[in-house]
């Protein structure tokens, strides 16, 4: 277990031989324990640290384990923090009601049974650690929503830039010639007017088909994957002066519609990283299906990743990569980065069935 993984373990009795017994006892769970020989000291560690179980005893000078439990219930940080009584003198039902009235998970008996301690508290303690592990999950998704309504209103703001300043103004020149050519002209006037109006208005129409294909490319309807990702790349180096290469199992199949899409947008954005982070020349698509599992590779010969992200630890990845490992889990599947010295490494593994139709095309 790791260090951040591990949860704290308040332990608290005015004698310090129950405090070591049962630190002795609790030492096999591996997590981190605490130990205080009054309730003002064990509010103090309260106060600084996060606790996920308090083991405390009943009778304690000064302020005893109920009195103790109330002032933790009161404040709103501890009302859901595991408290465990133990007692050896107060044992009667009125006690364990008293002690479960003031928030008690549970009230232990004295000789205390070293297998039932450490269950108990084994238990409370890995239901704080799945609640941090949520919370954590929870804040890296609030921070990921918000990264992609930012994404969205930029993507809008380009194709609204984008229809405005090349569609929108091809379509005014059309208007415009078309204006001209109900003027009174020669012929000859009115047949160059006519074809500078044709041409015009075949520019739009490819910037259409343009937008409309990055949008979402018809031939990932058509004819599958590979033949999308052999468009697009042949694009992309276009625009982007990187070369690229596609290297795809020769009887890779037809996925679901829905695997398909998914499998070119992480391509397609580890292809936009290289181009925005990389500096790299060239880059190398692998498209393979085994026992099972698609996998899909991206590979650069740029300056490659620092070891925060390709840990994928939290605070230190994008809302590109971010994206990627989503649409990866959605799948039930995982995304792994790695330096390819030089470069980066993206994979991405996926499990995946593959139609019964698909399957005998492949096999016959």
């Not at 332990?11 to 205080?36: F, H, R, T």
């Not at 180096?237 to 690229?244: A, F, H, L, M, P």
């Not at 390819?340 to 095309?361: F, H, K, Q, S």
Request: aromatic share 4%; charged share 25%.
């Amino acid at each position: 277990m790791s260090a951040q993984d591990k949860v704290n373990i308040l332990m608290v009795d005015d004698q310090p031989a129950k405090l070591l017994s049962y630190e002795v006892i609790l030492g096999e769970l591996g997590e981190n324990l605490i130990k205080a020989s009054s309730g003002r000291e064990a509010l103090e560690q309260l106060l600084k640290n996060d606790i996920a179980v308090v083991l405390m005893d009943v009778n304690m000078p000064e302020l005893d384990g109920f009195e103790l439990a109330q002032m933790i219930r009161q404040h709103p940080r501890f009302q859901k923090t595991a408290i465990i009584f133990i007692s050896a003198v107060r044992l009667t039902d009125l006690d364990q009601l008293q002690g479960y009235q003031r928030g008690a998970v549970d009230y232990i008996s004295v000789p205390v049974m070293p297998e039932m301690l450490r269950a108990k508290v084994s238990v409370f303690a890995e239901l704080h650690r799945k609640a941090r592990q949520l919370e954590k999950l929870n804040n890296e998704l609030r921070q990921l929503s918000g990264r992609l309504l930012t994404m969205q209103d930029e993507e809008r703001r380009r194709i609204a830039r984008e229809l405005h300043d090349g569609l929108g103004q091809e379509l005014v020149a059309a208007k415009m010639l078309f204006h001209r050519l109900v003027q009174p002209h020669t012929e000859e006037t009115k047949q160059q007017i006519g074809t500078e109006a044709v041409e015009t208005i075949d520019r739009a129409i490819q910037q259409v088909r343009s937008m409309s294909h990055l949008l979402h490319p018809p031939l990932l309807d058509e004819v599958g994957l590979r033949s999308a990702l052999r468009w697009y790349l042949e694009g992309f180096s276009q625009r982007c002066g990187i070369e690229t290469s596609l290297d795809v199992q020769p009887d890779f199949p037809r996925l679901t519609p829905e695997l398909e899409t998914a499998m070119f947008r992480i391509v397609q954005e580890a292809l936009s990283n290289v181009f925005r982070h990389s500096e790299a020349q060239r880059a190398w698509i692998s498209l393979s299906l085994q026992d099972g599992r698609v996998a899909v590779t991206v590979r650069d010969n740029g300056r490659g990743i620092a070891e925060r992200v390709a840990e994928l630890q939290p605070g230190s990845i994008g809302i590109g990569i971010g994206g990627m490992r989503q649409r990866a889990k959605e799948f039930g599947g995982e995304l792994r980065l790695a330096s390819a010295d030089p470069g980066t490494l993206v994979e991405i593994v996926i499990p995946c069935i593959v139609p019964i139709a698909e399957t005998a095309n492949v096999t016959a």
